[in-house]
């Protein structure tokens, strides 16, 4: 597996990481469970996200060649 296969799988994964993370924060914040480090758990996930996300977004004007034509 290339390292760009790897960073789109482990870029999917965080999103799902983030979802779940994000519904089990609602749920303990509907049922009055207030606990601090749980409202900033989904920001480690987000900020990968991120980052992979605009690696992905600028690696095809990284990787063009100057005679492609486009």
Do not use: C, D, E
Not at 12 to 17: A, D, I, K, N, T
Not at 33 to 60: D, E, K, N, Q, T
Request: aromatic share 16%; net charge positive; proline share 7%.
């Amino acid at each position: 597996m290339t390292l760009h296969q790897v960073l789109r799988t482990t870029h999917r994964w965080l999103g799902m990481v983030l979802i779940v993370l994000t519904i089990i924060n609602f749920i303990a914040f509907g049922m009055g469970h207030a606990i601090p480090w749980l409202y900033y758990l989904p920001l480690l996930p987000l900020f990968l996200l991120m980052f992979s996300g605009l690696y992905m977004f600028v690696l095809p004007y990284i990787t063009k060649h100057p005679g492609s034509g486009a």
